[in-house]
C-alpha cells in the first residue's frame, strides 16, 4: 500500500498571503495524483488531477506541481473561501486509493 | 447537473447491518466507475470501495473486505453499499462519489455523504 504523507498538519496564513501545502508518497506515484478541499461541513472537492491539472471551475490561484514522490499544491493569493482542509490522493498503485492525512489552512 | 445523493445512513448496533444508497442524476451512469469513501468523525478521508461500470470489477479496502458488498443498478441509476458485520470504527459519513471519465482514477463529484453511528 502507498502511503501518502502532507506536511504541514496545519498552515498558518494570512488572506491574500501565498500558501504551499506538500505530499509525499511512500513510493513513486508518477504524476497519479489529485488534490481535493474540504471545507468545514461540506464533502471534498476536487480541485487538480493528474498532478497539475486543474478541475473544471477551479480558479487559476490554484496550481500543482510535482511527480515521483514529492508534490506540491500551491494557493498564490488565499481567499476567504481558501480557509479549508486540503487532502492528496494517489491513484498510481492500487488498490487500494490512498490519501494524505491533510493539511488545515487556517486564518493566521 | 451532475448529482449524487446519499441516503440509508443511521445509528446501528455494533454486529449489525445497514445499506446505503446514493442515487445519480446529470449523467450517464452507467458508463461510469463508482467509489464509496468514508471518514470517521474529525478525520481524514478513506477510500472503501470501488465498481466497475458494470459492476464486473469491484474491489475494497481491507477494513472492510468480507463484511462489505458494493453493488450498483444501472438502469435505476444507483449505487448501493451493503454493510453487515459494523464496528465501532465503521462510525463515519459516507460519500459515494464518481470516478475520472479517463484513465486514473479520482473522485468527482462527491455526494453530500450520510452518517453512519456504530453504537451500543
Known amino acids: 500500500e502507498i502511503v501518502m504523507t502532507q506536511s504541514p498538519a496545519t498552515l498558518s496564513v494570512s488572506p491574500g498571503e501565498r500558501a504551499t501545502l506538500s505530499c509525499r508518497a511512500s513510493?513513486?506515484?508518477?504524476?497519479?495524483l489529485a488534490w481535493y478541499q474540504q471545507r468545514p461541513g461540506q464533502a471534498p472537492r476536487l480541485l487538480i488531477y493528474g498532478a497539475s491539472t486543474r478541475a473544471t471551475g477551479i480558479p487559476a490561484r490554484f496550481s500543482g506541481s510535482g511527480s515521483g514522490t514529492e508534490f506540491t499544491l500551491t494557493i498564490s493569493s488565499l481567499q476567504s473561501e481558501d480557509f479549508a482542509v486540503y487532502y492528496c490522493q494517489q491513484y498510481n498503485n492500487w488498490p487500494p486509493l490512498t490519501f494524505g492525512g491533510g493539511t488545515k489552512v487556517e486564518i493566521k | 447537473e451532475v448529482q449524487l445523493v446519499e441516503s440509508g445512513g443511521g445509528l446501528v448496533q455494533p454486529g449489525g447491518s445497514l445499506r446505503l444508497s446514493c442515487a445519480a442524476s446529470g449523467f450517464t451512469f452507467n458508463s461510469y466507475e463508482m467509489n464509496w469513501v468514508r471518514q470517521a468523525p474529525g478525520k481524514g478521508l478513506e477510500w472503501v470501495s470501488y465498481i466497475s461500470s458494470s459492476g464486473s470489477t469491484i474491489y475494497y479496502a481491507d477494513s472492510v473486505k468480507g463484511r462489505f458488498t458494493i453493488s450498483r443498478d444501472n438502469a435505476k441509476n444507483s449505487l448501493y453499499l451493503q454493510m453487515n458485520s459494523l464496528r465501532a470504527e465503521d462510525t463515519a459519513v459516507y460519500y459515494c462519489a464518481r470516478d475520472s471519465p479517463r484513465i486514473g482514477h479520482w473522485f468527482d463529484p462527491w455526494g453530500q455523504g450520510t452518517l453512519v453511528t456504530v453504537s451500543s
Open positions: 513510493q513513486s506515484v508518477s504524476n497519479n
